[in-house]
């Protein structure tokens, strides 16, 4: 008896199966589990006077030498992805991430439904940093869902499905960031749009076999443009 049950196969949870099988969203599930993670840091720190959303997020007046406080710290713009203003901010945010994520992970595969959104979302800064006041603070990860929102239309559009009403839901959040008075920046959104149409026509246009080798330096290329857009900025 006892070796039969030394031998028995352990079976997984079901709900654990669905979690982390092959099919299931899991960096979806991993990005809100660590946005919800910094929130959680973020109202317990402020609450003790430990300032960490202001560690956190982003604004031109900490990444660039020459603002007032001199300081130097450019990594805020990918800080400042993973942090929210409040719990309908995060909630929003994570609700709208699950919708994409469920439906563009697993025909993306995790690695660039990864890629898709840290690159959309440093995008999303970027366009802060060009576009927005320098000494106005973001946060958020609505530039990375927005370039979830082009991605996910590009691919609709060239692939041949119906992207009528992604059109309509993406124009009219878009234009939702520009009414007086909701205090959201746009300009992330702009940013994280322009850059997840880019990734998703790299991912489209090299989806063929024969053009798969193009796909990692493509986005190597276009991460590196939005690195230089930034130094540029920083430094000239």
């Known amino acids: 008896m006892a070796k039969q049950q030394a031998t028995h196969p352990r079976t ?3 709900w654990l199966t669905r979690l982390t ?4 969203p899991v960096v979806t599930y991993a990005l809100i589990a660590l946005c919800v993670l910094v929130f959680i840091v973020q109202t ?6 430990f300032q960490v959303t202001n560690a956190l997020r982003y604004a031109g007046l900490y990444s660039y030498p020459g603002a007032l406080t001199g300081v130097f710290e450019p990594w805020r713009m990918v800080t ?3 942090a929210h203003a409040n719990i309908i901010h995060l909630a929003l945010n994570m609700y709208t991430l699950w919708v994409f994520g469920m439906a563009l992970e697993p025909v993306l595969g995790r690695v660039r439904f990864l890629a898709l959104f840290l690159i959309s979302g440093f995008a999303g800064s ?7 006041p320098y000494n106005v603070p973001v946060v958020g990860a609505s ?3 927005f370039g979830l929102f082009g991605a996910f239309f590009i691919i609709q559009r060239r692939l041949g499905g119906n992207a009528t009403q992604m059109l309509i839901l993406l124009a009219l959040n878009l234009g939702i960031g520009f ?3 909701f205090n959201i920046a746009w300009q992330a959104h702009v940013g994280g749009l322009i850059g997840g149409f880019l990734v998703g026509l790299i991912f489209v246009e090299t989806r063929q076999p024969q053009r798969r080798r193009w796909q ?3 986005l190597l290329v276009f991460s590196v443009i939005l690195v230089a857009l930034s130094l540029v900025y920083f430094f000239v």
Not at 21 to 24: E, I
Not at 126 to 132: C, E, I, S, Y
């Open 126 to 132: 970027v366009g802060v940093l060009l576009l927005a």
């Open 44 to 49: 317990v720190g402020d609450l003790l006077g």
């Open 80 to 82: 400042s992805i993973f």
């Open 143 to 145: 530039g990375a869902i």
């Open 216 to 218: 990692v330096p493509l």
């Open 179 to 181: 009414l007086p008075g």
């Open 12 to 14: 997984k949870p079901a």
């Open 21 to 24: 099988g092959s099919g299931a």
